[in-house]
């Protein structure tokens, strides 16, 4: 009967997914974090898959986590429709800030921290974008992990309460999916990539079952079975004492006893005497579960789909908010045939499994817990007494007079907002237009032109709590209801007509004539229109947007309940179809997926397991395929295929060709290290970017000497003179590549990277004494003679392009091209406030208010230049494990740029200056970003889309490299002209 349940419940329904997929708005889940975060595109593109989501990842620049909370035109600031992700890992703040042990560097720590919070409650402020926050392990350092928790739970504490965030904390991300080994030690160093590949699909999963969560209606209903699911064994036949709470069922108890703590109503039903299941609850004092926690139960011989309607009328809710859990298949075929809208969950036959089961059934996590949740289970109670009371009194009449009815409709209060938005997000039966808000949209709503009214009701059973909401706003003469919403806990009592006559109060005192009530039908508002139609039928209007009714006042204000009247709401919630319908295939993929996921996917192992599976085909390449012909080559392709996710790769086949990127390389190296115990820098790809090239490298019995200078390619040095690309502040020099691609393949491409990157020398710690080194590389390939130099370097990689030629000019040597790309001259005085709004002013923008505060939020991402500094000293005293090259050579970096002061030299230099800069940048409105105090020459100056950390990324870096090479062919020929284009 297990296989007949889930052949029953296997459907695909292939069609309707893909129809429901095509009508999905394409969401962005945008990433930013304080480490290398793209390994975990993988695991969220499997998850969107899996989970049917139409969407796309992007990633924010590398480690911009302040710029990002910050900037008004950032990728997360910008992300209007889906969800931005937060990943921190607070060692990154800590060392490579100077932060550590000491009182002084625990403050700047802790103000980093604050400043983190601040920028996270400005960016949700500013938005409605949900907020997943990711806190990160460090590496193993067991003497740093006390302060670091202590941080953490600051964070938390201070961020849990705050409506549009959503955390995961270390602590939950271990517990749910542990790994055991999740720091990866030479990806850090290699390319700030600090955890496993199965540590980032661990991630991947937290942050997609965060996702699902938050876009998931919440059940409010768990029926249980009691027999063999509550306890092992039968109660009616063995008895009290012979039925066993054993570990599983414990397991499964305390599950259901968080789950109605947090709001879940719980019920029981279970064929068997109802005096055997009451005795249990009564006598078995060792179980978690109490006859108190169960709001309602159906215990008797009536096939269980029976009585699950009925608990559903009992307690006035729809079927698709109730999940049956059951441990027998044909129980479990009875209810899914009859109740397709119920998610029922068969217990798995092996009972070991119960516990994990339940846990990785993403139905029952809860986002958030209100007061009014945790009250759910008595107000129910007292509403199922109301009930009672009602059958008892002889006319509906008789009931409300006896009910002492009381209701106030008053502005809420700050505690009650996140209850408001709560309301809008999961009421659908007395809801005229089935609008959800968030919290931040109904604050936003409220402090423009909107008011909000509360709707609290008690009686003399006890307080029902804040069970309706209005909405509204005024347009010439008319009151507008944007949201009008009642609970169904309370319709019949008339509330509902209290609510409108109170808005006709309101709309008299601002002098409106009339109130519009807007109604957009959906599946399941009936109730809402009946209430409507009863109301005012005469005033009903049809609208391009839909139904309307256009109240009258003085009408509005008059409007009474009469319960003797034919047109009395109906309370109950409508009978779902016994049969299988349309409808019933949503919840039926539902189940399908959340079956798939609690027994295929419960670990990260699984899920990566499942990942490495869906490799691609070799795609066409000009090379032929060869296999491998020995066991070095052989173990490359095997690690190329996982890292690549590529079949069949052949050994002359280029990494790049393949779809290699720099943070791919980075995990090719560290497989590489494990695999055949050599460390190898990453621009040996460049040289060597086959299996047959890079084996050769391998089976070397000595490692080539680290070089600063590095080959991009190699070009045609008979044809073109090299051209040489300095790094930028980080050190490396291999995202050249990007430029490299696109433009002409005969012309040789040298990196210089910065010294230090391989941990075996000390980096250079001024701007004058690198351009001093990387000139005795630049003789290696192209010696002292009569030929010019060609020189070319992107942020800080500029400056020592500039030094270079300088340098070189002084040794007799000519120059014929420096470029530059988005380089901020250390000379130029940034605008002042006033200058820019003069500025705007003369380029015909309107300067807004929006515009200052956006300056005043790039000023606070400076707290970002801050963050990771440390001496090359303080670097080398750390302990290994805990050393990231890149990132000592980084910081070193930021010291010698801010001391360098060059002087005007006797070169031109052509700027190549990215035009998407933040809005408030004081360099944004400098076309030469100060060059024209340095260059003695001159300064030609192309705008290129982009901005200063993407200009040379896809799909920018095209045209980026169309407008270079043209350059670069004019200094080539000696055309180059000597007017300045500006906006070209």
Not at 24 to 30: D, G, L, R, W
Not at 267 to 288: G, L, T, Y
Not at 640 to 652: A, F, K, P, T
């Amino acid at each position: 009967m297990a296989q007949k349940f889930e052949e029953f419940s296997s459907g695909e329904f292939k069609e309707d997914s893909l129809k429901d997929k095509l009508l999905q708005p394409i969401q962005t889940i945008a990433v930013a974090a304080t480490f290398t975060a793209e390994p975990i595109e993988e695991s969220l593109a499997f998850w969107l898959q899996e989970l049917e989501i139409a969407g796309k990842i992007d990633f924010a620049s590398y480690n911009q986590l302040f710029q990002e909370l910050l900037a008004p035109n950032s990728l997360i600031r910008n992300n209007k429709q889906g969800i931005n992700v937060i990943l921190l890992r607070l060692e990154d703040w800590q060392k490579y800030s100077g932060t550590g042990s000491s009182l002084g560097e625990r403050s700047k720590t802790e103000q980093i921290v604050q400043e983190f919070i601040q920028a996270v409650k400005t960016a949700v402020e500013d938005g409605n974008t949900p907020y997943i926050i990711c806190l990160c392990p460090n590496s193993p350092i067991p003497e740093a992990s006390n302060e670091v928790e202590k941080i953490e739970a600051e964070i938390l504490s201070k961020l849990a309460g705050i409506n549009g965030i959503y955390l995961i904390s270390n602590e939950e991300l271990n517990t749910t999916y542990p790994v055991d080994t999740y720091y990866e030690e030479q990806g850090d160093k290699l390319g700030h990539i600090p955890f496993t590949p199965l540590y980032f699909a661990a991630l991947g999963t937290a942050i997609a079952r965060k996702i699902y969560a938050i876009q998931s209606p919440s059940p409010k209903v768990i029926v249980l079975d009691c027999d063999n699911t509550l306890w092992k064994g039968v109660c009616g036949e063995d008895g009290i004492r012979g039925i066993e709470l054993d570990a599983p069922r414990q397991a499964l108890q305390e599950l259901m006893l968080a789950q109605y703590h947090s709001g879940m109503l719980l019920c029981i039903c279970s064929k068997n005497n109802e005096e055997d299941v009451v005795e249990v609850f009564e006598r078995r004092q060792d179980m978690p579960l109490k006859r108190e926690h169960i709001i309602s139960w159906r215990v008797n011989w009536v096939a269980k789909s029976e009585n699950i309607k009925s608990l559903a009328e009992e307690l006035n809710l729809g079927l698709d908010s109730f999940i049956f859990i059951d441990d027998n298949p044909v129980e479990c075929a009875e209810v899914q045939a009859n109740c397709p809208e119920v998610l029922t969950l068969l217990l798995p036959a092996k009972i070991t499994e119960i516990p994990r089961f339940l846990q990785h059934i993403w139905a029952f996590d809860r986002l958030k817990t209100t007061t009014e949740d945790k009250k759910r289970t008595s107000l129910y109670k007292e509403n199922i007494e109301r009930d009672r009371a009602l059958k008892q009194s002889p006319t509906l009449e008789n009931f409300l007079d006896g009910l002492g009815l009381e209701i106030k409709i008053v502005p809420p209060s700050l505690q009650q907002n996140e209850r408001i938005a709560q309301l809008t997000q999961r009421t659908n039966q007395f809801n005229l237009t089935t609008i959800r808000r968030s919290q931040q949209e109904i604050k936003q709503l409220c402090e423009s032109n909107y008011e909000c009214l509360a709707v609290e009701v008690s009686d003399r059973f006890g307080d029902y709590g804040l069970v309706g909401v209005i909405l509204f706003t005024t347009d010439n003469d008319s009151l507008i209801a944007d949201t009008f919403l009642l609970s169904c806990r309370v319709l019949g009592r008339g509330v509902e007509y209290k609510m409108l006559a109170r808005l006709g109060e309101i709309a008299r005192e601002k002098g409106m004539k009339r109130v519009k009530l807007a109604y957009v039908p959906s599946e399941k508002n009936q109730p809402a229109l009946n209430f409507l139609t009863a109301v005012g039928s005469q005033y009903k209007q049809q609208t391009l947007a839909g139904i309307s009714w256009q109240l009258p006042v003085d009408y509005a204000q008059s409007v009474t309940y009469n319960p003797q009247a034919k047109d009395v709401i109906e309370t109950k919630s409508a009978s779902v179809p016994t049969q299988k319908t349309k409808r019933s295939l949503p919840v039926q993929k539902r189940l399908n997926r959340l079956h798939r996921i609690a027994t295929e996917f419960y670990s990260a192992s699984k899920v990566f397991e499942q990942i490495q599976l869906q490799k691609r085909q070799r795609p066409d390449l000009r090379e032929s395929y060869i296999a491998p012909q020995n066991q070095t080559q052989q173990r490359l392709a095997q690690i190329w295929s996982q890292v690549l996710r590529v079949e069949n790769i052949g050994i002359h086949d280029n990494f790049f060709d393949l779809g290699g990127t720099s943070v791919v390389a980075v995990q090719l190296f560290v497989q590489i290290e494990n695999a055949f115990g050599k460390k190898l820098p990453l621009p040996t790809l460049l040289q060597a970017g086959t299996i047959e090239q890079l084996a050769k490298v391998i089976q070397l019995e000595s490692s080539k000497p680290w070089s600063s200078l590095i080959a991009i390619t190699a070009g045609n040095p008979a044809q073109k003179p090299p051209l040489f690309c300095i790094h930028a502040i980080g050190g490396g020099a291999l995202y050249y590549r990007n430029l490299v691609e696109h433009i002409d393949p005969n012309q040789p491409v040298y990196g210089l990277e910065a010294r230090g990157l391989d941990g075996q020398e000390s980096p250079f710690t001024s701007i004058k004494d690198m351009a001093a080194y990387y000139i005795e590389q630049i003789f290696t390939v192209q010696p002292p003679s009569s030929k010019p130099y060609f020189l070319a370097g992107s942020s800080m990689g500029g400056l020592i392009a500039f030094e270079i030629a300088h340098q070189l000019q002084n040794l007799g040597q000519k120059i014929a091209l420096v470029a530059l790309f988005d380089t901020i001259s250390p000379v130029y005085q940034q605008f002042s406030l006033r200058n820019q709004v003069v500025n705007h002013l003369k380029q015909g923008y309107q300067f807004t208010l929006a515009r200052v505060k956006a300056k005043t939020n790039l000023l606070k991402s400076k707290i970002e230049q801050q963050i990771r500094r440390t001496s090359g000293k303080d670097a080398a005293n750390l302990p290994s494990v805990t050393r990231n090259f890149r990132l000592e050579v980084e910081a070193i970096n930021k010291q010698a740029l801010k001391a360098y002061s060059p002087q005007a030299y006797p070169l031109q230099v052509t700027l190549f200056r990215a035009m998407n800069q933040p809005m408030g940048a004081s360099w944004y409105f400098d076309t030469q970003l100060g060059w024209d105090k340095l260059a003695v020459k001159g300064v030609k100056v192309y705008n290129v889309p982009g901005n200063h950390l993407s200009l040379i990324e896809k799909p920018q870096v095209e045209v980026l490299a169309a407008k270079f090479e043209f350059c670069l062919k004019q200094a080539q020929t000696n055309k180059a002209s000597d007017r300045q284009p500006i906006n070209r």
